[in-house]
């Protein structure tokens, strides 16, 4: 399986899911954002840190830069595309994805190891994980706070397009849980041919034992099979 | 223009001072010029006043590659690798402006490190703010977390320890020290010597503006009700350039294309310049007209200035421009030959065909003041009250106002606003002992840790200065690392004061007699004086820290209970130390007497025995026991692990306040799993180690005899309550 991470300047946990991808058998490819051509890949993954400083706002001005257009067209054939944090934000940037992400509730950046439950387990990012698993993952991010409008949560609802919300360690979701303030407290989506998925936490950040602990494998082996 | 008395004092140089200068210049010199010597000769960047006392020291030893006089601390971790590291004041800045202070001081830090080749892996930071309180400290705090968070969260560098303190000795003049270590190949570290005639001198990363101009001579100076019109003088920092400045330098660190390095950190161009001119024996002229501008008409004096961010100076190999230009240019990074090296010894400035300032390197280096400031000792004082004659207070209530209090609450509302993930080897994070962070791509690890004892340094520096560096030693210990180096950042008030100036020749005294002891050198560090206002000096304040190595990480150790139904066993004696003690301070407000004594001896032995009982797998978690004494120390373990323990009343000890609060040296907690108990027990006893069994740990309560029963979810409830109702 093939994949590409796209490097934009301030990109920053680039790095850390080559490394995870690599892990796990991916054949990777780092790709400059002034390319203007994508390595023909399996999986695309825009990853976290702050793509151009987060001036503007964030994952604006990355959703402008030459390679977006090649991911645009490479996600409209189908291509897996996963945008994790940035990346998120990225994706929702250039329209591949609907909604947005706001200031977290608490107009604070936020690191911790949250707990997320996985709504949807058919798809081809979640297929190795068990329906309404929870998940101990880490977030960190500073516009972490989805919001839609009325008629896009319908859809995502009525299309099953969740890919997780926020928990707690019992899979209860309610307020408390919500360490952000996003809308239901969805914590990742997926576009409607669910081949693009948008998430705040860091699967890769869940791979490794001694560090955290291996919540994230499974979303890198669903893509594998 | 004429050179006025008027003019001298502004550019904080004394009559004696100007008049050396104009000896050394065998002329007056010019307004650029005076602005060199003064960017030069301030106390920031000329340690006038602490060089003689620093020089006494403790630099060397096997584990050290460079010691202090770089940009940073080199030290060899085993293998190919090398950690890099040092900390930094950014005091004055950070109370004036609390988030570009706090920011510029995370970007300053990082690049002495990464100049020297280095990928930084960890930030940390101490921090100290006045009374909670007064009126400023919310707004301060508030300011700084956000600045040490918005810069190190965007170059995606973990902030992975810290410590964060509250006296009202602050309330007007804030601490705010980062540290930055990085990690790199051994045979690729860069230096800032220049070395060879007619090399390209470039100019890389930001443009120059007007930010920050005489930034260290604001640091060199006491506050004054007139310190908020200093705000301009505060540098303002892009942590997206300086990410793109790291990789750009890193990438061209690759190849053998730089010959020296040195970032523009205090006085900007003018001190990276001569550093460079001055390691080498060499001159360095510098057209002033191809420095990249971010405003206009900017003149020559602010041009040399200027303290802008993220800019660095490469001196070049021959023929590498175009390659390194490549690099800049991919990074959408300035990247202008601004100079060569010259034969002259002089530092050259030219603008508009002209030479607008000339002079001797030695003059601005090795010829700037050294004083040796008249220091008196300190005159100490034993505590004045009866311990018998205070209100009795119950052990719960004491812990309860010791676990609630602004000094001793948990830190996640400050922690969880830092990135402590990225990079993926964060191993153990904030509020252990000590961080580590595994070395990528191997299966060896570091230990971080930054400790500070202000309450003791004021009541007695020598001890205090000892008990810093042993603590800090501690701190690595616990979670198995041999502790390997130090860096210090030595933050006092006014040094032409003698009892200040006596405070910090005694401080460093006891720093130098620990560090010598236990082998552990100080590889890099920063003086900051002046930390006052009015007249009012802060407490002496040095803080350390360290670096330890874990060479095999397995399992990592933590402060945190494992299981229950283990044993658990002191380490070290206790005698019941109060003086100083934060259960006086918080419960009676007194802040009487001598700190606990240190005993170097004691030190090293249970340390390094403890170290022996972790590398043989005997232990299953361990805490240093420091501020607050044994039964703090216990509950920090339960906290954080939702396990309690049963303590039995000691055998010898009558007094309980003392026994559980006092805050004796060289002691450590550690839980062992019952069977190993026979192992751990005939070898702390090989050692001749003081060890007293003093219960096992439970579910759920942490209990003593008789005297204290309280459950784990309260005590986290307690201690985690102030920053989120503060």
């Given at each position: 399986m093939k994949s590409s991470v796209i490097v934009f300047?301030?990109?920053?946990?680039d790095r850390d899911i080559a490394v995870a991808l690599e892990k796990m058998q991916f054949k990777n490819q780092m790709v400059w954002h002034k390319e203007t051509k994508l390595p023909k890949s399996d999986l695309i993954v825009v990853p976290g840190g702050f793509s151009?400083?987060?001036?503007?706002?964030?994952?604006a001005i990355a959703g402008k830069s030459l390679i977006i257009d090649e991911v645009i067209k490479a996600a409209k054939s189908g291509c897996l595309i996963l945008g994790i944090c940035n990346g998120f934000q990225i994706l929702t940037e250039t329209g591949l994805l609907k909604g947005t992400l706001l200031r977290n509730k608490n107009l604070k950046f936020i690191n911790k190891d949250v707990f997320i439950k996985v709504?949807?387990?058919?798809?081809r990012f979640s297929k190795k994980y068990k329906k309404d698993q929870i998940l101990k993952i880490n977030i960190a991010h500073n516009e972490g706070n989805f919001f839609t409008d009325h008629n896009h949560l319908n859809e995502l609802k009525d299309k099953n397009l969740i890919a997780f919300k926020y928990s707690d360690e019992k899979g209860n979701v309610s307020e408390n849980s919500?360490?952000?303030?996003s809308l239901e407290n969805i914590a990742g989506i997926y576009n409607a041919n669910k081949n693009i998925l948008g998430m705040m936490?860091?699967?890769?950040?869940?791979?490794d034992e001694i560090i955290?602990?291996?919540?994230?494998i499974n979303l890198f082996s669903s893509l594998l099979n | 223009m004429i050179i006025t008395d008027q003019i001298v004092e502004k550019h904080g140089l004394s009559k004696e001072e100007f008049k050396n200068i104009k000896k050394l210049l065998k002329r007056d010199p010019n307004l650029l010029e005076l602005g060199v010597f003064s960017a030069m000769w301030n106390e920031h960047c000329s340690y006038k006043s602490s060089r003689l006392h620093l020089k006494n020291l403790p630099t060397k030893?096997?584990?050290?590659?460079q010691g202090p006089g770089e940009n940073a601390g080199v030290i060899d971790i085993g293998d190919d690798d090398a950690i890099v590291f040092k900390i930094e004041s950014h005091n004055h800045p950070s109370y004036i402006e609390p988030y570009q202070g706090a920011a510029t001081g995370v970007g300053g830090i990082l690049r002495d490190v990464f100049t020297m080749g280095a990928r930084p892996i960890a930030l940390l930071n101490s921090i100290h703010f006045g009374?909670?309180?007064?009126?400023?400290t919310k707004s301060l705090l508030n300011g700084v977390v956000s600045g040490i968070g918005g810069y190190g969260n965007c170059i995606g560098i973990p902030t992975v320890a810290g410590e964060t303190k509250f006296n009202e000795?602050?309330?007007?003049n804030i601490l705010v020290n980062a540290m930055a270590v990085g990690h790199a190949k051994k045979d690729k570290i860069f230096y800032s010597k220049a070395k060879g005639l007619n090399k390209s001198v470039v100019y890389v990363g930001s443009k120059t503006g007007?930010?920050?101009?005489?930034g260290a001579s604001m640091a060199s100076a006491e506050f004054d009700?007139?310190?908020?019109?200093?705000?301009?003088t505060v540098q303002v920092g892009d942590p997206f350039t300086e990410k793109l400045l790291m990789e750009a330098c890193l990438e061209l660190m690759?190849?053998?294309?730089?010959i020296s390095i040195q970032d523009m950190g205090a006085a900007g161009l003018t001190s990276s310049s001569v550093e460079m001119a001055s390691k080498g024996g060499l001159g360095i002229e510098l057209e002033l007209d191809k420095v990249p501008c971010?405003?206009?008409?900017?003149?020559p004096y602010e041009m040399m200035l200027?303290?802008?961010?993220e800019r660095m100076l490469i001196i070049l190999e021959d023929g590498k421009e175009q390659n390194a230009k490549k690099i800049f240019d991919k990074w959408d990074l300035d990247f202008v030959v601004i100079g060569k090296t010259t034969n002259t010894n002089n530092l050259t400035l030219k603008y508009e065909n002209q030479i607008v300032g000339e002079i001797p390197v030695e003059a601005l280096a090795s010829k700037a003041p050294i004083y040796d400031r008249k220091w008196i000792k300190k005159k100490t004082k034993k505590s004045s009250f009866n311990f018998k004659k205070l209100k009795k207070i119950k052990i719960e209530d004491a812990l309860i106002k010791i676990l609630s209090s602004p000094n001793h609450s948990s830190k996640n509302w400050i922690t969880d606003?830092?990135?402590?993930?990225?990079?993926?080897?964060?191993?153990l994070k904030s509020g252990s002992d000590a961080a580590i962070i595994r070395i990528?791509?191997?299966?060896k690890a570091i230990a971080v840790s930054v400790d500070s004892s202000a309450n003791y340094c004021k009541s007695h520096p020598i001890t205090g200065g000892k008990q810093i560096v042993c603590e800090n030693w501690r701190n690595l210990i616990t979670v198995g690392a041999k502790p390997l180096a130090i860096t210090n950042c030595l933050n006092f008030g006014n040094p032409e004061n003698q009892e200040i100036m006596g405070e910090f020749a005694e401080c460093l005294q006891g720093i130098k007699e620990a560090c010598e002891f236990l082998n552990y050198p100080v590889v890099s560090g920063n003086v900051s004086f002046y930390n006052g206002t009015n007249k009012k000096n802060i407490y002496p304040t040095p803080v350390i820290g360290g670096v330890g190595l874990i060479k095999k990480l397995s399992k990592p150790l933590s402060h945190?209970?494992?299981?229950?139904k283990s044993s658990l066993i002191l380490i070290g004696k206790t005698f019941g130390h109060l003086d100083q003690s934060c259960f006086l301070k918080e419960n009676y407000s007194i802040n009487e007497g001598l700190p606990p004594e240190v005993n170097l001896l004691n030190e090293k032995n249970n340390g390094e025995s403890l170290l022996k009982l972790i590398n043989k797998n005997l232990i299953l978690s361990s805490h240093d026991i420091s501020n607050g004494g044994l039964i703090t120390a216990l509950s920090e373990m339960s906290i954080s692990s939702g396990i309690g323990a049963k303590i039995l009343k000691p055998k010898?000890?009558?007094?309980l306040i003392e026994y559980f609060f006092g805050e004796d040296q060289a002691r450590y907690i550690v839980e062992v799993e019952d069977n190993s108990i026979g192992k751990v027990e005939k070898i702390l006893k090989e050692n001749n180690i003081f060890f007293e069994n003093i219960g096992f740990t439970q579910n759920e309560f942490l209990e003593i005899e008789g005297e204290l029963k309280i459950s784990t979810k309260d005590l986290f409830k307690i201690n985690n309550e102030w920053y989120n109702n503060y």
């Open positions: 300047p301030g990109s920053n946990c151009y400083g987060d001036y503007l706002r964030s994952g709504i949807n387990n058919e798809t919500n360490p952000n303030g936490p860091h699967p890769e950040r869940m791979v955290s602990n291996k919540d994230g | 030893g096997k584990q050290v590659i009374s909670p309180k007064h009126s400023k000795t602050y309330n007007e007007r930010d920050g101009i005489h009700e007139n310190s908020e019109s200093k705000k301009p690759k190849d053998n294309s730089i971010r405003e206009e008409n900017m003149s200027s303290e802008s961010q606003q830092y990135d402590q993930s990225v990079m993926c080897d964060t191993v990528h791509n191997k299966d945190h209970f494992k299981k229950d010898k000890l009558t007094n």
